[in-house]
């Protein structure tokens, strides 16, 4: 099975390509590698995984690149929530469209399967939580827009005959993290290596769900071998951890003594915030293996 990842150079792409490589999965990645790292670059190389350069809004290319593809993971986008309040129309542009582009490329190119890496921010403010992959979507941010139209191209390709899964990630942690999902996780890293104590927002009480990549990865694994198509999944832990619990394990893991340094709340901060997965549990087995505390120690190795 060949199976071509799209953003593969990014934080989830070569994570992913890594492991699927590691569990004997033929890969190779396409990025624009505009936004990708040197880290994943490396890896990659290390990983002897072929990369070719592209861009997802170019049908034309994405026509060739995807012909040799049994499988495509289409995990390209801009991701960074903040950046699309001020350019909304480069979000709906590269993630939207870019989208589109992959889907009728992947019909065209006769790929078995697409699976287009969604977000939990297309769901907006929680209204009832856990999340399920049922509750509303009202995206608060062009972000969550474009990825949530994504969907929907996704969707309506099917009815021309493209079998697709989508997957809803939460908030995902691992070597090569942007800033932009985890971004409390890199924060509070970044100051513990410096010695100095988390800043947490309001009295830390705030939920989020965190995953580790190769969890997410092993969501995608069990995707392609169950076969399953047609499917939306969250996937996140499943958990709701508190923002100074995190704080806590972080201290730990640097023999930080004291407290954290709490500050006001931020305006507009989602307070609570995790994932439904029982639909992935019951369809595809999926269980999140790796804890948090697990996570933060695999993290450090890098
Ligand atoms: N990181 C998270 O916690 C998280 C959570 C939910 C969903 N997601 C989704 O997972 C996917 C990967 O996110 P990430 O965190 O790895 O982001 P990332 O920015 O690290 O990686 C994205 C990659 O896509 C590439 N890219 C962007 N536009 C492109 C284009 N037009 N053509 C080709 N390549 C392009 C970038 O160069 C980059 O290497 C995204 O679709 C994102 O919406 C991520």
Same mark, same amino acid.
């Given at each position: ?9 990014? /934080? ?10 590691? *569990? ?30 592209? #861009? ?16 495509? &993971? ?8 903040? %950046? ?9 542009? *590269? *993630? ?13 190119? +006769?790929? =078995? ?5 969604? #977000? ?12 399920? %992959? $049922?509750?509303?979507?009202?995206? &608060? #941010?062009?972000?969550?827009?474009? !990825? ?22 939460? *908030? ?5 993290? $942007? ?15 410096? +010695? ?8 830390? @009480? ?24 047609? %499917? ?5 832990? +499943?958990?709701?951890?508190? &923002?100074? =619990? ?7 893991? /640097? @023999? ?14 989602? !307070?609570?915030?995790?994932?439904? &997965? ?8 999926? $269980? ?9 120690? !695999?993290?450090?190795?890098?």
């Amino acid at each position: 099975m060949e199976i071509l990842i799209t953003g593969g150079a990014g /934080f989830i792409g070569h994570n992913l390509a890594i492991y699927l490589k590691n *569990n004997g999965f033929s890969v190779k990645v396409l990025d624009s590698f505009e936004r990708s790292t040197d880290f994943a670059v490396r890896r990659l190389r290390e990983a002897d995984i072929p990369m070719v350069k592209a #861009s997802i809004v170019d049908t034309e290319e994405m026509r060739v690149f995807l012909k040799e593809a049994d499988v495509v &993971i289409h995990a390209a986008a801009y991701v960074d929530v903040a %950046e699309s309040m001020e350019k909304p129309l480069i979000y709906l542009e *590269n *993630n939207t469209l870019g989208t589109a582009s992959v889907a009728k490329a992947s019909l065209e190119a +006769g790929v =078995d399967l697409l699976i287009y890496l969604s #977000s939990a921010a297309v769901y907006g403010n929680p209204i009832k939580l856990p999340i399920d %992959e $049922n509750h509303p979507t009202r995206p &608060i #941010s062009p972000y969550g827009l474009s !990825k949530l139209m994504g969907e929907e191209v996704v969707r309506f390709f099917s009815t021309y005959g493209l079998k697709q899964v989508v997957l809803r990630l939460f *908030n995902v942690y691992g070597p090569g993290q $942007n800033a932009a999902y985890a971004g409390v996780v890199t924060r509070f890293l970044e100051r513990a290596r410096s +010695g100095l104590l988390p800043i947490v927002y309001g009295d830390g @009480g705030q939920t989020r769900d965190f995953i580790y990549v190769d969890d997410v990865a092993e969501a995608v694994k069990l995707v392609l071998k169950t076969g399953c198509v047609d %499917e939306i999944f969250n996937i996140g832990s +499943g958990k709701p951890v508190k &923002i100074r =619990d995190l704080a806590a394990s972080i201290m730990r893991l /640097f @023999g930080l003594e004291g407290e954290p340094i709490y500050t006001s709340e931020r305006r507009g901060d989602i !307070k609570h915030s995790y994932a439904d &997965i029982s639909r992935a549990r019951t369809v595809i087995g999926f $269980n999140p293996r790796v804890d948090l505390e697990h996570g933060l120690k !695999k993290l450090l190795e890098y």
